[in-house]
């Protein structure tokens, strides 16, 4: 069966440059989720949307903007990075159509920010 | 507002004997409840969920929680560990309503070590 896809798995990039990662969900999903793991940390939630609308916002900086596209893609827009940021980013799908949705991660993008 | 309590952070067992990892949560809302597994370097999989129906949900790998609402638990067993269960859990709580973009709430994990 189809998974989150999410790009890039890995990147790296400097102090004060620009990021930007990519999720495409389940084929059929309308909803899309991003979160945050910190090295040793739970995964904290930044912001969602749903059918290209933002839906829900978390602990998301200023520094990151994010939207969803007509094909139900997504993309997290991070700028100014600082050392900090340097997590795993996880998407997440869900079909709200359907009651009780549960969300379907991807394999995350590790960003080190160096 | 919601929140998750692991009670523990590590949990160690030997292989073949149970598993017990306690989650007690805190929701506003009748909450739909999750258990997630992540295996080193690895993404989140889903392992159970509890969504209102029945109150002892089976998931995949032999594992099952049971929801507990006077003790607002939901504690994950299983029957016999076994080494490939070494992981990080995460109990997870979402609000159950018909609104668009619920948000999951993590608790902190726990991470299981089983022992040969």
């Known amino acids: 069966a189809a998974g989150v896809i999410q790009s890039p798995r890995h990147l790296i990039k400097e102090k004060r440059e620009t990021a930007t990662l990519k999720c495409y969900p389940i084929p059929r999903h309308d909803t899309v989720y991003w979160y945050q793991q910190g090295p040793g940390q739970d995964p904290q939630f930044l912001i969602s949307f749903y059918e290209k609308m933002q839906s829900d916002k978390g602990s998301i900086p200023d520094r990151f903007s994010a939207q969803q596209f007509s094909d139900y893609h997504s993309e997290l827009n991070m700028s100014s990075l600082e050392l900090g940021d340097s997590a795993l980013y996880f998407c997440a799908s869900s079909q709200v159509a359907g009651k009780r949705h549960e969300q379907y991660f991807g394999p995350g993008t590790r960003l080190t920010v160096t | ?116």
């Open chain 2, 1 to 116: 507002a919601q929140s998750v309590t692991q009670l523990d952070s590590h949990v160690s067992v030997s292989e073949g004997t149970p598993v017990l990892l306690r989650c007690n949560y805190s929701s506003s809302y009748s909450p739909s409840l999750f258990w997630y597994v992540q295996h080193p370097n690895k993404g989140l999989q889903l392992l159970l969920k509890y969504t209102s129906a029945a109150t002892l949900v089976k998931g995949i790998n032999g594992f099952e929680a049971e929801f507990k609402k006077s003790e607002t638990s939901f504690h994950l067993t299983k029957p016999s560990a076994h080494m490939s269960d070494a992981a990080e859990y995460f109990c997870v709580v979402s609000p159950l309503g018909g609104n668009a973009g619920n948000m999951l709430t993590f608790g902190g994990g726990t991470r299981l070590m089983v022992k040969p």
